[in-house]
């Protein structure tokens, strides 16, 4: 080979070996930019639910701790153990119906960057004005995707955990707050028929005080049971389009229906035990199956009390629906929802998925007492009373709670459990009404 030749040959193999490792450059990019990201984080999510490389804590924070939701609660948590052995599920449950206590503690551990894993909260305006307001959640609306949530649950639900098309936290209880709750056996023995209006409450309370037993037990050691005995008749003393209107604050609290619902207050009040300011919901509802009052109005996590209780609908406890003439449902919706500052979203997902499986929702509704948001569960499979509060749910007229969240600001609640709870002491109707308008004013104009 001649020297040019050679130097030509040299020339050609450097050219063809560059192309080669030009090309190998771009490839490993490529692998670099796409393959390795999903590979990797495909690992890490693998490797972070895998017991031997993580043996992390799932830290679910709620107010579930009175009977029938306690055991709820354990049955969501156990199934979960089953699925994620090696994840340590902690039970931060803080005492007090309606989450009167928890909220306090989870501000406080959201406002210093402390969040559980992801945390009870009612669906509407607590978890809108409050917690999405206030950027304190992430949205979880690649799962409402990836899992077609918006076709599973009740739209009127999805609705409520939703702002902006961003879902925000995951329903799993439906419950109903305007049912009233009575002592079989009193009712049975005196042949007294249950109320379904206000005033047949009034009447039947009447009829109870004559044969000297307590009507109606009442709770107001943690003020909101007042609040919940108001908006119950408010619901059934307004219309649906009356009583939103007064929630949004379109319309004046010194109106007729307001009027006429703390008239109905006044004199139910009259025939609650004396000793209500040292009781919380649930003793209420002891009270009841003990024979020692013959009523209580509250929502239906009473029923998960009864049962959890041993109590047998018909038998220990009856149940009925305090309406207007229109059929209301006086709506409220838990939810779970995923913190911003969430150490483990990897895990609150499989939480929430699980969460949502039918099946499940199904078995923790029956327990708590709730409808179950999710549509796939057939009303045949629903316990009765459970199933008929299902077809209420699509047949009556819906109005949001505001005692449990789904109504109007959080401010707006505390400060009308207060004013509601002035009533119960000074039953002063057109001084409180004057009061709930100007709070009306304040939070809700
Ligand atoms: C409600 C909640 C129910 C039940 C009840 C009594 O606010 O939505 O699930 O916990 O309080 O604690």
Known sequence: MNKTKFLFVLIKRIKSSLNITVLW???CCLLLIFIFPITFNFTLAAESLNPENNPGELEIFSWWTAPGEEQGLQYLMDSFQKEYPHINVVNAAVEGGAGINAKDVLKIRLLRDRPPDTFQVHGGAELKDTFIAGDYLSPITDLWQAQGWRESFFS????????????????????????LWYNQNIFSKHDISPPGTPRELVETAEQLAEKDITPLALSSRNLWPTTHLFETLLAAVATAEEYNSLVTGEKSWQSPPVEETLKYLQEILAYVNPDHAGLNWHQACERVLEEKAAMTVMGTWARGFFNARGAEKGEDYGAAVINSEQP??????????????????????????????????????????????????????????????????????????????????????????????????????????????NLAEIYLR
């Open 25 to 27: 450059c771009g490839f």
């Open 156 to 179: 009127e639900i999805a609705e409520m955990v939703e702002v902006e098309g961003e879902y925000y936290s995951l329903p799993v209880t439906i419950h109903r707050a305007n049912r």
């Open 328 to 437: 209301v449902f006086l709506l409220v919706v838990d939810t779970f929802a995923l913190p911003a500052e969430a150490a483990q979203s990897e895990y609150t997902y499989r939480w929430l998925e699980q969460a949502a499986e039918p099946r499940v929702q199904k078995k923790f509704t029956e327990i708590l007492g709730a409808v179950p948001p999710h549509k796939d569960i057939a009303v045949e499979e629903l316990t009765p009373g459970i199933a008929e509060d299902r077809k209420d749910l699509q047949r009556s007229q819906l109005v949001p709670s505001l005692v449990h969240g789904a109504a109007a600001r959080e401010v707006f609640i505390s400060a009308l459990n207060e004013e509601l709870n002035v009533f119960l002491y000074e039953n002063e109707i057109f001084e409180t009404m004057k009061e709930l308008e």
